[in-house]
């Protein structure tokens, strides 16, 4: 199972940019994809989730109403559009495989993702 971002860079506080994850080796259409970020020196904190069927998703607190997630099954893609972006958004963002269901905040525990992409780095000047 292979999950590559790409999409990270530099940007200026305010701006926008959009993460893409493709994924292979996987049935897609059978897992919830999932973003999370870390920051130096911080704990890897959950960033969003869509699940595989009906497109549902979950935000964590920091994020609600700036980022979007999304999928293409037919590309095997998740994508995490990220808008009005903060110099606290700044870290690696890693892309995440579950293939088990989970909601609200059960949706927010790494440990329960199955597989993980190497991370690409946004960083957000102010």
């Known amino acids: 199972v292979q999950l590559v971002e790409s999409g990270g860079g530099l940007v200026q506080a305010g701006g926008s940019l959009r993460l893409s994850c493709a994924a292979s080796?996987?049935?897609?259409?059978?897992?919830?994809m999932g973003w999370f970020r870390q920051a130096p020196g911080k704990e890897r904190d959950f960033v969003a989730v869509i699940s595989w069927s009906d497109g549902s998703t979950y935000y964590g607190d920091s994020v609600k109403g700036r980022f979007t997630i999304s999928r293409d099954n037919a590309k095997n893609t998740v994508y995490l559009q990220m808008n009005s972006l903060k110099p606290e958004d700044t870290a690696v963002y890693y892309c995440?495989?579950?293939?088990?269901?989970?909601?609200?905040?059960?949706?927010?525990?790494?440990?329960?993702?199955?597989?993980w992409g190497q991370g690409t780095q946004v960083t957000v000047s102010s």
């Open positions: 995440a495989a579950r293939g088990t269901y989970c909601s609200g905040y059960g949706c927010h525990v790494g440990t329960t993702y199955d597989y």
């Open positions: 080796g996987l049935t897609f259409s059978r897992y919830r």
